[in-house]
């Protein structure tokens, strides 16, 4: 079982950028794909997840209006839209993978998780 996170990078404060997360060795319909973050000195955060259908989602507040969760269960990859950056955003961000049928932002939900991605939002 393998996630890869990838698409971080450098963007600007109000700028955007595009997660991708691309699994193997499960059939990603049957798990919810969550996404975390992790800045320097900061405890790891549930920014948002989807579940396996598609059909529910979470977002924490500090990212609703602005992250849109997504994937393609056939093309066995979910994605985080970053949009309306800001420099609080800046932090690793991992995918993870739960069997679970309710989004959550929990990381203890989370069986299988990928090396993280850094974003990094300038001001």
């Known amino acids: 079982v393998q996630l890869q996170a990838s698409g971080g990078g450098l963007a600007q404060a109000g700028g955007s950028l595009r997660l991708s997360c691309v699994v193997s060795g499960f059939t990603l319909d049957r798990y919810a794909i969550g996404w975390f973050r992790q800045a320097p000195g900061k405890e790891r955060e549930g920014v948002s997840c989807?579940?396996?259908?598609?059909?529910?989602?979470y977002y924490a507040d500090s990212v609703k209006g602005r992250f849109i969760v997504s994937r393609d269960n056939v093309g066995n990859t979910a994605y985080l839209q970053m949009n309306g950056l800001k420099p609080e955003d800046t932090a690793d961000y991992y995918c993870?993978?739960?069997?679970?049928?309710?989004?959550?932002?929990?990381?203890?939900?989370?069986?299988?998780w990928g090396q993280g991605t850094l974003v990094t939002v300038s001001s």
């Open positions: 989807i579940t396996g259908s598609g059909a529910s989602t």
């Open positions: 993870a993978a739960s069997r679970g049928t309710i989004p959550t932002g929990t990381a203890s939900e989370y069986m299988y």
